[in-house]
């Protein structure tokens, strides 16, 4: 296991700019989850419930990021201890999940049934390459573009 990155030092334009995404980004994502269990989940209902939760999470941390900057910097903080944990995540348990899952059984079926083309020999093709004379004026080369 590597050790955890140093996190970065907050400044205000940084703090400032996430407590603006989060402002509008909370509420966009409430929105979206909302329309999601609209359509898939609840029984042709509306669940404003959720909208409203995010929209006030939005603002209580994203205003709050904009008025106060230490409240902000431990939201910066926070945020980004987050987004480092889902990282390891990903990176540490769905892509080897996903590569022994899904690229593996694929390359081992291309394999048995005879479809690899690493073991092919190459077909003796032309190429593209043309062979043309030197060029007899030197400041062609020094005029290029």
């Known amino acids: 296991m590597s050790t955890p990155k140093q996190l970065k030092v907050a400044n205000k334009d940084a703090v400032r700019g996430l407590g603006i995404k989060l402002l509008i980004g909370l509420p966009i994502s409430g929105l979206f989850w909302t ?14 419930k959720i909208l409203l939760f995010f929209s006030i999470f939005g603002i209580f941390l994203g205003g709050g990021s904009i008025i106060n900057f230490a409240f902000g910097s431990s939201v910066y903080q926070l945020w980004h201890k987050l987004i480092s944990l889902i990282d390891s995540i990903i990176v540490w348990l769905f892509l080897p999940f996903f590569y022994y899952l899904v690229f593996f059984p694929y390359s081992l079926a291309l394999r048995l049934t005879g479809k690899s083309k690493f073991n092919q020999k190459k077909i003796k093709t032309s190429s593209y390459w043309r062979e043309i004379d030197n060029s007899k004026n030197n400041k062609r080369y020094l005029q290029q573009f």
Do not use: G, K, L, P
Not at 35 to 48: G, P
């Open 35 to 48: 329309i999601i269990f609209y359509f898939f989940v609840s029984n042709e209902s509306w669940n404003f």
